[in-house]
């Protein structure tokens, strides 16, 4: 399994380097802050807002704000209705920028399972998506697999992962790819950190356009 973890490294940094050296593709810092709190055995709330910068990193063009709550039927499958606002900046040629808001009713489905001290999480995403400018209300679909290592290292449990995740909305079918790689940071008791890089890779007309992300996750846990 460590030698999965090597290729992907340098398929990480190949793209990377592809950056850096053809600028193909911007570079963007996606920085997420949440809260759980398990209300009771297995009903819990999670409150999570998002900022991303693109455009060299030099520009803010979306925010949202997330709250959901956590279903956990048993030990392996958990259940969660959410809802997040978005409010994103509208980019078009030869007008000024606008902000435009989309509210989006999310439904998700979480199985884990484990293998060899390896931690698997399949989640399926459903969400319907509203805008207040002319564009269609539509459905999308995300699945996303997490793959979570059993190695620990220095007092802040630092934790290798990596995940993949596809995204299909109907009338597009399969428009985007994303891949992960990060640790996770146990800071304090209640305190917990993500640092990753995403590449993400979106169709866009007869082309796909790549974005090299930086991001970074600060969660209190309750």
Do not use: C
Request: aromatic share 18%.
């Amino acid at each position: 399994m460590k030698r999965v973890f090597i290729v992907a490294g340098i398929i990480v940094l190949t793209v990377i380097l592809k950056g850096l050296t053809y600028g193909d593709g911007d570079w963007q810092y996606w920085n997420t802050e949440s809260i759980k709190v398990n209300l009771k055995e297995n009903v819990g709330v999670y409150v999570e807002e998002e900022f991303r910068f693109g455009d060299g990193i030099s520009k803010f063009y979306y925010q949202h704000s997330q709250i959901q709550l956590n279903f956990k039927i048993n030990n392996w499958f958990t259940l969660a209705q959410a809802y997040r606002q978005i409010f994103e900046l509208y980019t078009k040629s030869g007008t000024d920028d606008d902000w435009f808001t989309e509210y989006r009713a999310m439904l998700n489905g979480t199985i884990k399972w484990k293998w060899r001290d390896f931690k698997f999480k399949d989640r399926v995403r459903v969400a319907y998506r509203m805008f207040d400018i002319k564009k269609d209300e539509v459905w999308r679909f995300r699945n996303k697999l997490t793959i979570q290592t059993p190695w620990k290292w220095t007092s802040l449990n630092i934790n290798p992962w990596i995940a993949e995740e596809i995204f299909l909305e109907e009338k597009k079918g399969i428009y985007r790819n994303r891949f992960y790689m990060g640790i996770k940071l146990k800071l304090m008791k209640h305190l917990e950190g993500d640092i990753f890089y995403l590449w993400q890779t979106t169709e866009k007309g007869n082309h796909w356009i790549d974005y090299n992300i930086f991001g970074t996750k600060i969660k209190v846990v309750f």
